[in-house]
Every structure is written in C-alpha cells, then in structure tokens.
C-alpha cells in the first residue's frame, strides 16, 4: 500500500506574493497593461479612455491576426510616469463598456529588449 502523507506546499514569502490585487509593484513604469478590455476596443477607445490622465506616447491594442478582432488587451504608454500611476490609481477594477478593468505596470518594449524578454522591432 502506497503511503500518502505530504510534505506541506511552502508557500513564497516574498512581499510581491502578498501584495493584494491591484496595488502596484515597486517597479513602477510609464507603460501599463490593460486587459479584459471589450472585443470590440481599438486604439482608439482606449486613447479616449486615458487621456484625461496626460499626454499619451503610444498605444497597442493585441488583435487576432485571422478575424482581426481585439483579443481584449492593450498597452499604453504614457509621456509621464506620474500620469501612467493616476490612470493605474483610477483604471484598476474600472468598469468599462461592461467589462472591469484589470491595469498592471509593463516594463515598455525597450526595456523587455534589454533583459531579453523580447526581440527588438
């Protein structure tokens, strides 16, 4: 007979494993991921929705290549780091055209390059 006593889970004691939902990393960046976004959002709609905060660098809606429909998220980038936390402040848990917002730092594109994370454009 096979014994089934368990050694327990450890569970990470890091601060970013207890950090709640929605309060932001100690990395805090000028872009911001923005997902559960409607199907139908597009650059457009999501500028809209962000610049009340300040002045916006860049936006990327992801969209299926086949229907060419939005896949729901976003990433925006914005000219200022103390507008991206306003926008973050506010959007997180936001609900938007029915759906409720989930808003997350992203390190930005160059940044991913930098440590390898994504090829450079």
Known sequence: ????SRSPRRRSTSPEHKRP???PRANVSKCLFVGNL??????????ELFRKYGSIKKVVVGYNNKTGQSKGYAFVEMDDV????????DLQ??????????VDYDLGLE??????YAKPR
């Open 1 to 4: 007979s096979r014994s089934r």
């Open 21 to 23: 939902r929605g309060v």
């Open 38 to 47: 409607a199907y139908h959002a597009d650059e457009r709609s999501v500028h």
């Open 82 to 89: 103390d507008d991206a936390r306003d926008a973050f402040e």
């Open 93 to 102: 848990g936001f609900a938007y055209e029915g759906r409720t917002l989930r």
């Open 111 to 116: 940044r991913k390059v930098d440590r390898g």
